[in-house]
T-cell receptor, first 115, second 114 residues
Framework: AQSVTQLGSHVSVSEGALVLLRCNYSSSVPPYLFWYVQYPNQGLQLLLK??????LVKGINGFEAEFKKSETSFHLTKPSAHMSDAAEYFC?????????????FGKGTKLTVNP | NAGVTQTPKFQVLKTGQSMTLQCAQDMNHNSMYWYRQDPGMGLRLIYY???????DKGEVPNGYNVSRLNKREFSLRLESAAPSQTSVYFC?????????????FGNGTRLTVT
């Protein structure tokens, strides 16, 4: 069964510092990969997705993620954190097997940005 | 530009009571979903509706029922609430029943069962 592991339930960075949120997945077939962001008291919003093609994917708000098949990873990065990036981030993986498509979310990483 | 609207925003129930969570989308999406979010658990799919007139179980359907009333509306019913159903419930929609099609989420319903 596919699974998603987000390393670190809480990550704290200083404003202007690099943001790195880690995501590893297990999947027996090439997956679709997603990052969603959840601001306080809101639903999730799509940040970026990887389906096929270029392995470096750019998303909204300056975030990007790189699909590394050999490492089964899809880590999210942003060169310089902003206070408005404080939120919870969810990695998700989908795959289709036997005609059934499933989307599995990681448990989330809460990002705190310190002034 | 409402997107996905959920009502109510908050609800407190006693064990055994019933209620219906309402969800409506104005994006002409075909597929709609109900998730629950619990601390440290991520999101888990309860039920989904790939298109108007169809519904299917997700990962955690026990204790819930759904109705796809029309293309816009997808409701979630708790017939006899239990404390284990205390959670934040999110409705989502997408153009088609494919996760390549991004999910659009409502702002959630925070349910407490005492």
């Amino acid at each position: 069964a596919q699974s998603v592991t987000q390393l670190g339930s809480h990550v704290s960075v200083s404003e202007g510092a690099l943001v790195l949120l880690r995501c590893n997945y297990s999947s027996s077939v090439p997956p679709y990969l997603f990052w969603y962001v959840q601001y306080p008291n809101q639903g999730l919003q799509l940040l970026l997705k990887y389906t096929t093609g270029a392995t470096l994917v750019k998303g909204i708000n300056g975030f990007e993620a790189e699909f590394k098949k050999s490492e089964t990873s899809f880590h999210l990065t942003k060169p310089s954190a902003h206070m408005s990036d404080a939120a919870e981030y969810f990695c998700a993986v989908s795959e289709t097997q036997g005609g059934s498509e499933k989307l599995v979310f990681g448990k989330g990483t809460k990002l705190t940005v310190n002034p | 530009n409402a997107g996905v609207t959920q009502t109510p925003k908050f609800q407190v129930l006693k064990t055994g009571q019933s209620m219906t969570l309402q969800c409506a989308q104005d994006m002409n999406h075909n597929s709609m979903y109900w998730y629950r979010q619990d601390p440290g658990m991520g999101l888990r799919l309860i039920y989904y509706s790939a298109s108007e007139g169809t519904t299917d179980k997700g990962e955690v359907p026990n204790g819930y029922n759904v109705s796809r009333l029309n293309k816009r509306e997808f409701s979630l019913r708790l017939e006899s609430a239990a404390p284990s159903q205390t959670s934040v419930y999110f409705c989502a929609s997408s153009t088609v029943r494919s996760y390549n099609s991004p999910l659009h989420f409502g702002n959630g319903t925070r349910l407490t069962v005492t």
